[in-house]
């Protein structure tokens, strides 16, 4: 009889392009990011009833371009 031990593995998934990534631990991989923006759903009373926050895993590459669209589209919303 022969014993083979296999290592857990998690899978990472960039949640814009799709890259995977393989990792040993549960940390996020070397140079992804992970983007949290808090919001609020409300109802037509403007209750909050509930969290519509989105939570993204996003791969080094896509980290960059989402950052850079994002200040971009600030700079031009300030300047209107």
């Excluded at 290592?7 to 070397?30: F, R, V, W």
């Excluded at 109802?43 to 994002?70: G, P």
Aim: charged share 20%; proline share 2%.
């Amino acid at each position: 009889m022969s014993m083979m031990t296999i290592a857990i593995q998690y899978k990472y998934t960039c949640n814009s392009c799709g890259k995977e990534h393989m990792s040993a631990t549960k940390d996020l991989p070397p140079h992804w990011d992970h983007l949290h923006l808090s919001r609020r759903a409300y109802d037509f009373s403007d209750a909050a009833v509930a969290d519509a926050s989105i939570n993204l895993d996003l791969c080094q590459d896509c980290s960059k371009l989402i950052c850079e669209a994002i200040n971009a589209e600030c700079v031009r919303i300030r300047s209107v």
